[in-house]
């Protein structure tokens, strides 16, 4: 087990390390590359393990579409409750009232740097919707720069944490399940823990002042 994982963070480090010596322009073309033959490899052995177990193909992609189709009607409801509260919290201010409050108590009761404040919209935003937090985090990179420390952070916002109240209304809703229990309590922590975790990281590999 320990030889695993001492394997696998070997591989991992080396792949950073290789990554972090190429070019933008080289970076960028190799990891498309290796994104394409990833998905690509990814549908050949699901076709291959379904020849080996002599599954028929087609007509299981065809079942399978079915019961997403069937799916996806029933959790319409559940998306247009969610992305029309999302669209009012984010036309009515509330975030910019939000983070301007949270600005105000870092600096004069906490006394904290606030340079994290500027990228704290994505952090709120991403347990409600990823594409409003990408969007958010677009504009973050186009006000300040995506080499900001706002920018870098912000980045680091988007996948530090899952789109909690999204996921939860398409996987219960898509069973009928309306007592999630602590299921929202629990992500909603995991998202919390993993904005501070963000910050730390932030500050620790960037410059705050830069």
């Not at 028929?56 to 409750?81: N, R």
Request: charged letters at 10%; proline letters at 3%.
């Amino acid at each position: 087990m320990v030889s695993y994982i001492v394997g696998i963070s070997t591989a991992i480090l080396l792949s950073v390390l290789y990554f972090a010596s190429l070019s933008p322009e080289a970076l960028q073309t190799q990891s498309s590359l290796i994104s394409s033959i990833a998905i690509l490899s990814i549908i050949i052995v699901f076709l291959l393990l379904g020849l080996r177990r002599k599954l028929p193909l087609f007509e299981t992609f065809v079942e399978g579409a079915k019961e997403g189709f069937d799916t996806s009607i029933k959790i319409i409801p559940y998306l247009i409750a969610m992305l029309v509260g999302i669209g009012l919290f984010r036309a009515s201010g509330a975030i910019d009232y939000l983070t301007q409050g949270l600005a105000w108590i870092f600096a004069n009761a906490l006394h904290v740097n606030t340079a994290f404040v500027d990228a704290l919209p994505v952090a709120i935003l991403k347990p409600l919707s990823g594409q409003g937090s990408r969007a958010m985090m677009m504009d973050i990179a186009k006000a300040l720069g995506p080499d900001s420390f706002a920018g870098n952070l912000a980045s680091i916002f988007r996948g530090c944490s899952e789109t909690t109240f999204y996921v939860l209304a398409v996987y219960f809703g898509s069973i009928q399940v309306r007592k999630t229990r602590y299921a929202l309590t629990g992500g909603l922590i995991a998202d919390i823990a993993g904005a501070i975790a963000a910050i730390f990281i932030a500050y620790l590999f960037f410059n705050p002042t830069a």
